[in-house]
């Protein structure tokens, strides 16, 4: 195996000039940079991470705490995450929290506890014990698809991205009022999470939007989860006056909103119209197939990483937060009939 003295006779410069190449710990000439690369790749040399991190005091690693890994939003979240951990020289050590505020925290103290030079995570729906450990730690951190401060709370202490929730939810009622429903139902997240407060929010401007009344008996809490959302649905159907249109708030409660519809023998839209928060990659090859509001899942995790890496180059800027928007992809289960566009027309929500 090459080592970095091998690199340093090839190139014909000293062992001290291959570390500042490698680690950029100093600033060396362009023909000489290209020397000691050309040499690396000719002796095929394979960096020591562990020695590098003793030199630069950095591990070109980040720590990944996402709940509902096996969820296909916070898959394509990761794959964002990734592509943007590699792109820079970084790798990812990852970890599910599972949405609870102590495991949570155990898991964060875990990652930093291997060294990792920054934190992505997606908070539960109490993260006061997480804040607390980054900020007694100073660990840099930036907060995914959830944030922790709103501008109320006189702006964030952390780095935040995530996607718009409020304005896309408003969008989706106003469509079914529109269409002609007067009692439209909410299959709502787990309380707490701030998609859920943003989403409930949406939902109740677009009802005042439209001239509708808000009835908190239309209002459902699934947890965010496939069961949740069956169980929510079930409790919304059995109201003496069910609504005639659902929105369900993330894409697990979808298919259990989905199931719970199928055991009472209900169609989508002919019984119910049906539009959901999160699109699917197969939502188009559902029948009916269907409306949904579409994150930039991907975008938000290479976001999270470009938040994290600009945090780790200026670690006293002030933190931000940061709003992707949202797709509207307009298909069938809400009610309007089938087009020949294909894929689904979409448009970009505020």
């Known amino acids: 195996m ?27 000439l362009p023909e000489t940079r290209r020397a000691v690369l050309d040499a690396v790749e000719e002796l095929g040399y394979t960096p020591n991470g562990l020695a590098r991190s003793l030199v630069t005091s950095r591990t070109r690693s980040i720590g990944l ?20 951990a ?3 020289g970084y790798g990812l050590l990852i970890a599910d929290p599972h949405d609870d505020p102590a495991h949570e925290r ?23 014990a997480l804040v607390a450990y980054l900020e007694r730690h100073r660990v840099p951190a930036v907060f995914l698809d959830r944030v922790v401060d709103g501008p109320e709370d006189g702006g964030p202490r952390f780095d935040q991205v995530c996607a718009e929730s409020t304005g896309p939810t408003t969008a989706l009622v106003t469509h079914l009022a529109g ?42 809490h699934g947890d965010s989860e496939a069961a949740g959302g069956a169980r929510a649905t079930a409790a919304l159907l059995s109201l003496a006056a069910p ?31 049906l539009c959901c928060f999160d699109d699917f990659p197969w939502a188009d090859l559902f029948s009916p197939r ?12 290479a976001e999270a990483v470009r938040l994290l890496l600009e945090r780790l180059a200026s670690p006293d800027r002030p933190a931000r937060t940061v709003r992707l928007p949202c797709v509207f992809a307009h298909r069938t289960s809400c ?7 294909q894929p689904a027309h979409e448009r970009t929500l505020p």
């Open 2 to 28: 090459a080592t970095m003295a091998d690199v340093a006779r090839s190139a014909g410069v000293s062992v001290a000039t291959v570390s500042h190449v490698l680690n950029n710990t100093r600033p060396v």
């Open 65 to 84: 705490a996402v709940s509902a890994i096996s969820n296909p939003y916070f898959t394509e979240i990761l794959q964002g995450v990734e592509a943007g």
């Open 86 to 88: 590699v792109a820079h």
């Open 106 to 128: 155990r898991v964060v103290q875990l990652l930093h506890e291997r060294r990792v030079d920054g934190m992505i995570v997606a908070p539960s729906a109490d993260p006061r």
């Open 179 to 220: 269409l002609g429903h007067r009692r439209i139902g909410l299959v709502a997240g787990r309380p707490g999470l701030s998609t859920t407060h943003e989403r409930i929010t949406g939902y109740r401007h677009g009802l005042a939007a439209a001239g509708l009344p808000y009835d908190e008996r239309l209002v459902a």
């Open 243 to 273: 609504p005639t249109a659902l929105i369900t708030a993330n894409n697990a409660m979808t298919i259990g909103a989905l199931r719970t519809l199928r055991d009472r023998d209900l169609s989508v839209p002919g019984d119910i119209a």
């Open 290 to 301: 269907l409306t949904a509001v579409a994150q930039p899942s991907k975008e938000l995790g």
């Open 335 to 341: 009610g309007c009939p089938e087009t020949s566009e």
